[in-house]
C-alpha cells in the first residue's frame, strides 16, 4: 500500500515537473507555427534587417530592425542605469546598512516591485517624460531615454533582492578570512564578497534585464512608439512588446501583418532565451 | 618578553555573558593552548585578541587587552588583524590559484613586484611545510588540494602577511591523524618566530604542543600554567576532570 502511494506520488510530481517542459514547447511551437507563415512573403533576412515597418502599407513593408533597435536601446539605458545604482545598494543593505535601515530599504523595494506597471507608466508619463523633455530641449519627452529611466525603477527591485540575497549567502567566514588578514571592510567586499557573490549577482541583473526587455506597458505609454531606427537616446522609439501589445488587436487574422507579429514574439523568445542562457553560461563558468 | 596583557577582560554578546574576568598574560614565542569544553568561551577569547568579536551585533566588552604594551583598541582594527594573524577551524582557501592564495594579503597591501611576490610566497609554503608539495602546481586551483593541504595554504596565507601573532582556532577538527600531525609539526618550528594562541577541542594536542595551556569553562579561566604541569598536577579538580576526560 505504501508502496503504491509512493509510486503515485512520484509520478504525479514527474509529471507535474514535465508539465512547465511541455508548455514551453506547446508556446514556442505555437509561435513558430503561426510565424513562419510570414516567411512566405518576406524572407528572413528582410524581416529582421528591414529597415522601415509599415505593416498596413500596400505592399506592407515589415522589416523589424527599427523595433529590435529600439528594445535594445531602451534595455542597455536601463541596465547602465539599473545594474550599478542596483547592485550598490544591494551591498549597502547586505553589509553596511543597520539593522532598522535594512528592513526599511527591504520593504521599500518590495514595495516598488508590487507597484503595477500602468501604474509606474502613468507616473512616468506625468513625471519623467515632462522632466526629459526640459533638460533636455527636446520637442517631446517621450523618448528611449524615458523609458530607460522608467525601466530602470522596473529591474532595480528584482536586481535588489537577488544580488542581496547572494551578498547574503556567501559564508560569514570568507568575511572573517579577509578581516582576519588585515583587509578593510571595503577591501573584503571587493575582493572577496563580491567575487564570491559573482555569479548570483549576475544571475541578478541578468534577469533584472530579462525583466526589462519584457515589459511592454510601460514603455508603450512612454517611449513615444515611432517605429524609426533611433539615432541617440533621445528620439522616440517602439520597442518589440509594444508593438506586438498595440497592433495585436487591430491586425486581421490570418494576414501578413498578423503572421508578423508571431514573427516579432519568436525574435523576443529568442531574445530572452538567450539573456538566460548566457547567465546559466556565467553560473556554470563560476564553479 | 610578554606579547599580551590582559586584564579584567569581561565580554558579553547581548544577554550573554560569555568571558567573566579574565586575567592572563601571553608569553611570546610560545605556544598557548587554550582547551575546555563547547561553550567555555575559548573561541571568543581568541578573537578577541585580534579584535574579531566587534564584528558581532550587540557586543559588549569591559576590561583591556594589551598587545606588545598598546591598548589594542586604540589600535586601528586593520593593524592589528595584520599583525595577529588567525587560522581558522575550517580550511578556507579563496577560489583562486595556490600562488594567489599565499600572496592574496601583500597583494592587498599593495605590493604589485611579481618576484618579490614569488619570494614571499616560497617562504610562507615553506614554512607551512606545504612547499615541497606544490611547488610544480603553484597555478592549479586551491580547491584542488586535500584537506590538510588546504590548512597548510591558509597557515601559509597567514604567514605571508609576516605577522607577529597567530591564531589557531581549532585548526586540525577537520582533519586527519597525519595532517594533524603535519599542522603540529608546523606550529612547533613556528614558535621560534611567533607567539602562537591555538584553541582545540583535543586535550592531548594542547599536550603534545607544549607551552602553556590554559583552561576555561563556562566563560572564566580556571587555571593557566606550563602544560607539563597542567597535565600532571592541575590545582583545580575540575580542571583534572576535563583532562582525564570525566566530562567535556
Not at chain 1, 563580491?194 to 541578478?204: E, V
Not at chain 1, 517602439?238 to 501589445?245: D, G, K, Q, S, V
Not at chain 2, 610562507?124 to 611545510?129: I, R, S, V
Request: hydrophobic share 50%; proline share 4%; charged share 20%.
Amino acid at each position: 500500500m505504501r508502496k503504491i502511494k509512493e509510486f503515485i506520488i512520484e509520478k504525479l510530481i514527474l509529471v507535474c515537473g514535465l508539465a512547465s517542459i511541455f508548455f514551453v514547447a506547446m508556446i514556442f511551437l505555437f509561435l513558430l507555427k503561426e510565424g513562419m507563415n510570414v516567411f512566405q512573403t518576406v524572407s528572413p533576412f528582410k524581416f529582421l534587417f528591414g529597415k522601415s515597418w509599415y505593416p498596413i502599407s500596400e505592399p506592407a513593408q515589415l522589416g523589424i530592425l527599427p523595433l529590435i533597435l529600439g528594445s535594445l536601446l531602451v534595455t542597455f539605458g536601463a541596465a547602465v542605469i539599473s545594474i550599478p545604482i542596483g547592485v550598490a545598494c544591494a551591498i549597502y543593505i547586505a553589509e553596511v546598512a543597520p539593522q532598522n535601515m535594512k528592513e526599511i530599504l527591504k520593504s521599500g523595494i518590495e514595495l516598488l516591485a508590487a507597484i503595477p506597471s500602468v501604474v509606474l507608466g502613468f507616473i512616468g508619463m506625468v513625471t519623467i517624460v515632462p522632466w526629459v523633455k526640459n533638460i533636455c530641449h527636446l520637442p517631446t519627452g517621450l523618448s528611449a531615454l524615458s523609458g530607460s529611466i522608467m525601466l530602470a525603477f522596473m529591474a532595480m527591485p528584482t536586481i535588489v533582492s537577488i544580488a542581496e540575497d547572494a551578498l547574503y549567502s556567501v559564508p560569514k567566514s570568507y568575511k572573517e578570512g579577509a578581516l582576519a588578514l588585515g583587509a578593510t571592510h571595503w577591501q573584503a567586499i571587493h575582493r572577496v564578497m563580491l567575487p564570491a557573490a559573482s555569479s548570483g549577482i549576475l544571475a541578478a541583473v541578468m534577469l533584472g534585464i530579462g525583466r526589462v526587455i519584457g515589459e511592454t506597458m510601460a514603455v508603450m505609454m512612454i517611449t513615444g512608439n515611432s517605429a524609426v531606427i533611433p539615432h541617440s537616446i533621445l528620439q522616440p522609439v517602439r520597442t518589440l512588446t509594444a508593438t506586438i501589445a498595440a497592433e495585436m488587436g487591430e491586425a486581421v487574422v490570418g494576414s501578413e501583418h498578423y503572421f508578423a507579429l508571431f514573427a516579432i514574439g519568436i525574435v523576443l523568445f529568442i531574445i530572452s532565451f538567450a539573456i538566460n542562457v548566457t547567465a546559466d553560461l556565467f553560473l556554470h563558468k563560476k564553479r | 618578553m610578554i606579547k599580551f596583557n590582559i586584564k579584567n577582560l569581561n565580554i558579553w554578546f547581548g544577554h550573554i555573558h560569555a568571558l567573566k574576568d579574565v586575567t592572563i598574560d601571553i608569553t611570546a614565542n610560545e605556544i598557548l593552548s587554550v582547551i575546555g569544553p563547547s561553550n567555555s568561551g575559548k573561541t571568543s577569547f581568541l578573537r578577541m585578541l585580534n579584535r574579531l568579536n566587534e564584528l558581532s551585533e550587540n557586543f559588549k566588552m569591559g576590561g583591556e587587552v594589551k598587545f606588545a604594551g598598546r591598548n589594542i583598541n586604540d589600535m586601528d582594527a586593520e593593524l592589528v588583524r595584520k599583525k595577529i594573524g588567525m587560522v581558522f577551524a575550517l580550511p578556507l582557501p579563496l577560489p583562486l590559484s595556490i600562488f594567489d592564495n599565499v600572496a592574496y594579503g601583500v597583494k592587498m597591501y599593495g605590493l604589485k613586484n611579481r618576484k618579490k611576490q614569488q619570494e614571499i610566497v616560497e617562504k610562507a609554503l615553506k614554512q607551512a611545510y606545504l612547499w615541497d608539495e606544490v611547488k610544480d602546481r603553484l597555478q592549479t586551483s586551491a580547491f584542488k588540494l586535500s584537506g590538510g593541504q588546504q590548512q597548510r595554504l591558509c597557515i601559509a596565507r597567514t604567514l605571508a602577511v609576516e605577522p607577529d601573532v597567530i591564531l589557531f582556532d581549532e585548526p586540525c577538527s577537520g582533519l586527519d591523524p597525519i595532517s594533524t600531525a603535519k599542522v603540529e609539526e608546523a606550529m612547533l618550528k613556528l614558535k621560534a618566530n611567533y607567539t602562537i594562541v591555538l584553541v582545540t577541542n583535543n586535550v592531548k594536542q594542547a599536550a603534545r604542543v607544549g607551552g602553556k595551556t590554559a583552561f576555561f569553562l563556562s566563560g572564566e579561566l580556571i587555571e593557566v600554567d606550563k602544560t607539563d604541569k597542567m597535565f600532571t598536577a592541575p590545582q583545580d579538580k575540575r580542571t583534572d576532570d576535563y583532562i582525564s576526560g570525566k566530562f567535556g
